[in-house]
């Protein structure tokens, strides 16, 4: 009878014990404290700015993760088109944006990572203004080659390059464009030369090549592979490392006589520099989140795109490595802007 009623007791606590249930209980508030910023992020609209006009890919992009996000939160989450100064505007008003989580930025390669380099003054220091969130996701750019330069691969056409010195031309919408420097980037690995000609824009350079006016160009995957379906031009290589799944039979530079060749453009969502750690940490999770989701995921391929979440610190430090490789390749090359 006795026992039974010991066994009725509540258990003993211990001193002891009942510091570790503490522990325990604060242990679990702050995970739940770190899982989402305290009215973060109800307590306002958040705005992703794209430094390009509506329509584009990047503009796309930006209106895809607001509206898988908005749907997370179920808050307002919009995109402020800024275009301008080949993204300049919108990056420097996010860099001296409040920095309280409300207000991102869609950053480009070009914006980042390029025109730094090639603008003495472009009104913000990307690693100083910036907190970086994650990178969103990148896309290779497809090689054409014009249906009468005689070229059917890249051996061929490396070999045209190398045979007559500045009689092939390329084109590009514009110096320092990631048309430009990615060819910059091939010829200087092959030891060639050819003639640049600058369009202001990729419609007027791809109508040249559909014309025989140039004799090659690169261009992003969307445009440049249904360019060469259509019989304008000859998709000859794409310039990621693996092959692309818009098109697997399409052979990669680097399996082309061109080993370890990789350009690709990226993008990524940052936010300006003071915005609270938590915040920043609890952006990148979500991201992460629905840069994993297969909708996302769906809507990104069918732009040419694949998802590359990473940490804040990881981008962070991805974007020094590009500034300096762009940097490097636009000095060897002396390149400047109109």
Not at 127 to 152: E, M, R
């Amino acid at each position: 009878m006795l026992a039974a009623l010991n066994a009725l007791k509540p258990p003993t606590i211990t001193r002891r014990g009942a510091l570790l249930g503490l522990a325990l209980a604060a242990s679990a508030f702050a995970a739940t404290a770190q899982a989402q910023p305290a009215g973060y992020p109800h307590n306002g609209r958040v705005v992703i700015v794209v430094p390009f006009a509506p329509g584009g890919a990047t503009d796309i992009i930006g209106r895809l993760i607001a509206d898988a996000l908005g749907k997370r939160w179920s808050t307002a989450v919009v995109v402020d088109n800024k275009a301008g100064a080949g993204g300049g505007i919108g990056t420097e008003l996010v860099a001296r944006a409040r920095p309280d989580g409300y207000t991102l930025l869609l950053g480009t390669q070009t914006a980042l990572a390029v025109n730094p380099h090639l603008i003495k003054k472009p009104g913000y220091d990307v690693d100083k203004d910036f907190a970086p969130i994650t990178q969103l996701a990148s896309t290779p750019l497809v090689l054409l080659a014009g249906n009468k330069s005689g070229a059917n691969t890249v051996q061929e056409l490396v070999a045209a390059i190398k045979a007559k010195p500045d009689a092939i031309s390329y084109g590009t919408s514009g110096n320092g464009t990631s048309q430009h420097l990615t060819t910059l980037m091939l010829l200087n690995r092959i030891g060639g030369k050819a003639v640049h000609i600058p369009y202001k824009g990729s419609s007027q350079s791809l109508a040249d090549l559909a014309g025989n006016q140039i004799d090659m160009q690169f261009d992003n995957m969307t445009t440049g592979l249904a360019f060469a379906k259509n019989g304008q031009a000859k998709a000859l290589a794409v310039t990621s490392l693996a092959r692309t799944e818009l098109q697997p039979g399409l052979p990669t530079l680097a399996e082309s006589g061109v080993p370890g060749f990789e350009a690709v453009t990226w993008l990524g969502l940052l936010a300006p520099a003071g915005t609270p750690a938590d915040v920043v940490n609890y952006l990148n999770r979500e991201v992460v989140a629905v840069l994993e989701s297969a909708p996302v995921k769906a809507r990104l391929a069918a732009q040419g795109f694949t998802p590359k979440p990473m940490t804040p610190d990881g981008f962070r430090s991805f974007i020094r490595d590009e500034t300096r490789k762009f940097g490097e390749l636009i000095k060897t090359n002396n390149i400047t802007i109109d």
